[in-house]
């Protein structure tokens, strides 16, 4: 099947899901905050009693960087300037969206996104790494290796980690959006984490250390929720502000919807907006919007 047929099929299924979506409009109630507590999980939380010291896999330089305003400032604004362009149909074979999210900087991702960096590996969390409001966080992870004698700042590296998630966009299919696997199995997981549809905050941490005559800069981010399975990566229509799901458009962004309900727990609802599973006990969030 073409990709012409393919987007005309994926346009239509999405046309249903917005009628649908539309008629079940209403007002909701914002969560009553609580301050969290990651000890209280049935199971090993990354953030419970953490020891603060790197992994072995760290070397002695290791350090976490802080992430002061202007660095998460560019985080997200780059971010956003991505899911803009994909929104809005800028990329091949890709439809736009009638509802992605603008990301904010949410804090409590960041100190958790903190934690996982200083292991100083790129594997998957092995503990629990839910967050206030994030009951299903998505992950990325990526580390750049350069002679310490070449001139580089924290901000270059850091554009050149999402310019590498973004351009994973060169093996995706329609069908990615759904199936969530590249053209001949090439992996673009991080692509779909960026341009996850609902997803309204992340969150990241940096550790810097040196190896011999190399410099490392790894960044691992957590995300509100990541593409649930056989769902959607994106709600798919034709513009922004056809529903009550997406009822206006960001002033700087205008394909993305300013998240107007941001105490809604992204990992409970699909990509319309409806809830899947019952919402968990609310907890403190801190979240800023650039």
């Not at 958790?112 to 100083?120: P, T, V």
């Not at 992870?141 to 554009?159: D, E, G, N, R, W």
């Not at 550790?207 to 959607?232: A, D, R, S």
Request: proline share 6%.
């Amino acid at each position: 099947m073409s990709s012409r047929y393919l987007l005309l099929l994926l346009f239509g299924c999405a046309g249903i899901l917005g009628y649908a979506n539309a008629r079940k409009c209403m007002l909701k109630e914002p969560l009553i905050y609580e301050e969290a507590d990651y000890c209280t999980e049935s199971q090993p939380h990354l953030g419970c009693n953490h020891n603060q010291k790197f992994g072995a896999h760290c070397q002695a330089t290791a350090r976490l960087l802080e992430i002061k305003p202007d660095l998460s400032k560019a985080i997200v604004r780059q971010m956003n300037v991505y899911r803009n362009i994909v929104a809005k149909g800028g990329l091949p074979n890709l439809p736009t969206a009638g509802r992605m999210n603008k990301l904010g900087w949410d804090e409590s991702l960041a100190k958790l996104a903190g934690l996982a960096a200083m292991r100083c590996v790129l594997d998957p969390i092995k503990r629990s790494f839910t967050a206030t409001h994030a009951s299903k966080p998505g992950y990325t992870a990526i580390l750049t290796k350069y002679p310490t004698s070449q001139k580089q700042t924290v901000h270059q590296i850091m554009y050149s980690h999402l310019k590498t998630f973004y351009n994973q966009h060169i093996h995706i299919t329609p069908t990615s959006l759904l199936s969530g696997e590249g053209r001949n199995g090439r992996d673009v997981s991080h692509f779909l984490q960026l341009i996850t549809g609902m997803n309204s905050r992340v969150g990241c941490g940096i550790v810097i250390f040196h190896e011999k005559e190399w410099t490392v800069q790894l960044m691992i981010c957590l995300y509100g929720c990541n593409k649930h399975p056989n769902t959607f990566t994106y709600s798919i229509g034709q513009t922004p502000k056809i529903s009550c799901a997406c009822p206006d458009t960001d002033q700087e962004f205008k394909n993305l919807c300013p998240y107007n309900v941001v105490d809604e727990d992204c990992g409970l609802l699909n990509e319309e907006g409806l809830t899947t599973t019952p919402k968990p006990k609310p907890a403190l969030d801190i979240i800023e919007y650039f």
